[in-house]
């Protein structure tokens, strides 16, 4: 049973918080720019989005989904696209800016998205009194 607030905010809020948590992820590359060595990370998307797209099972009798249940986490691994600079460093500025912006946009987009679906619930509630 969804509840009042229906599964879609409990997933925008999951949504959101992949969102912070790579947000940090590419803060941290940036933060890192200057120190030798550095290799720059990514959280990976495919593993959240394989997660979120896993079927659920209602009866004993049905097929469970692969890796259904296993509590995945979010994933950080070393950015595969970076290129390597003189000093071993693999950040590059304008491409973690992009990411961070893009980043940003679609937490926004998830933010405005939950905020509409509140706002239409208060609205029903006040047509109700």
Not at 28 to 44: C, F, L, Q, V
Not at 63 to 80: L, N, R, Y
Not at 110 to 129: F, M, N, P
């Amino acid at each position: 049973m969804p509840g009042i607030f229906g599964h879609e905010i409990s997933e925008l809020a999951k949504v959101m918080n992949y969102r912070l948590f790579r947000q940090g992820i590419i803060s941290s590359n940036i933060a890192n720019i200057d120190t030798p060595g550095y290799k720059a990370r990514e959280a990976t998307f495919e593993d959240e989005l394989s997660s979120r797209l896993q079927m659920k099972t209602t009866r004993a009798a049905h097929i469970p989904s692969p890796g259904a249940g296993a509590g995945k986490t979010f994933q950080v691994t070393e950015d595969p696209y970076s290129r390597i600079g003189n000093d071993s460093n693999t950040v590059d500025l304008d491409r973690e800016m992009m990411k961070l912006n893009q980043n940003q946009i679609l937490y926004s987009a998830s933010a405005q998205i939950i905020e509409g679906k509140l706002t239409a619930l208060k609205d029903v509630i006040r047509s109700i009194r």
